[in-house]
């Protein structure tokens, strides 16, 4: 994973000045999409978009100060208007760009490369499951995509659930973890713009075919998988817990991810909580 890293950071400097997606980096280094942006976030605290905006405005910053013509620089680095490249170079510098070669002020944000660190010895527990063929069942609705905090998306799809539905899901429910889950899936992102949404389900897992009340399904194969319990503070616990997953136990493990979601639960107690988080897996090559 540490090859493939840097194999699309190569392919972003490659490419700073022509019009691509996100998804064309995570095809070149065969990576699903949003594993990938999980290990980036989880490794540099900030979203794939925002490396690249700020790539691509510091090499514009640079030509600035060299002299270039701020019309120039501004189509070069992929922007439609001069307009659009004005606001956004002044929200990232402070300055205007036709103010940056005046000021002799230039803002760098430097190439990352990801080399191993080792670090101090916190212990991650996990356990591995084998678990048949099964359905998620619940209610599901399109989110935008969100790293931090609590998604107040979640929250009202969580409190559109009727009685009737809790009863069904109840009902289904014959499977470990013997929770009502969350789980994401078929991520989108918008590169350019900082916009993406997923599809987001509050449900159960379930052998049953018979599934009624409106309910949603999801299949999921027979898979392997690598369960990650956690207690604390609630979500920061659930997300510092994934973030590390992503960061530091796919990149060292024996494992790999086998499908790009995972699924997971809570029970609160008080603001603490203790929460599972299921990742599917398959043995590295």
């Known amino acids: 994973m540490l090859k493939k890293l840097n194999q699309a950071m190569e392919f972003i400097e490659t490419h700073l000045k022509d019009d ?11 990576v699903p999409d949003h594993h990938f942006r999980k290990i980036f976030f989880a490794l540099t605290n900030m979203t794939l978009n925002e490396y690249v905006k700020n790539r691509r405005l510091s090499e514009a910053n640079k030509e600035l100060l060299q002299g270039a013509q701020v019309t120039d620089v501004a189509y070069k680095y992929g922007y439609q208007s001069m307009d659009g490249f004005t606001r956004a170079f002044k929200k990232w510098s402070g300055v205007l760009p036709s103010q940056a070669a005046k ?24 356990r591995i499951v084998e678990k048949p063929a099964f359905f998620f069942a619940g209610v599901s609705k399109r989110v935008p995509m ?8 979640i929250v009202k799809l969580a409190q559109s659930i009727t009685p009737e539905q809790r009863e069904e899901m109840h009902r289904l429910q014959n499977m470990e973890p013997r929770e009502v889950v969350n789980v994401s899936y078929e991520s989108d992102t918008n590169f350019l713009e900082e916009a993406g949404e997923l599809t987001h389900m509050i449900g159960v897992l379930t052998t049953e075919t018979n599934i009624g009340c409106g309910l949603d399904t999801r299949m999921v194969e027979a898979r392997t998988w690598a369960v990650f319990p956690n207690k604390g503070p609630f979500p920061k616990v659930l997300q510092d817990t994934m973030a590390r997953i992503y960061s530091e136990w796919l990149l060292t493990s024996d494992y790999e991810l086998a499908e790009p979601f995972s699924f997971s639960f809570t029970k609160m107690d008080g603001e603490n909580a203790y929460s599972e988080i ?6 590295k090559p």
């Open 20 to 30: 691509f997606l996100l998804e064309e980096i995570t095809k070149q280094i065969n």
């Open 103 to 126: 000021l002799g002020q230039c803002i760098s944000c430097q190439r990352l490369q990801f080399v191993v660190t080792v670090k101090g010895g916190s212990l991650m527990e996990y």
């Open 146 to 153: 969100q790293f931090e905090g609590v998604n107040q998306e």
């Open 278 to 283: 299921w990742v599917p897996v398959v043995k």
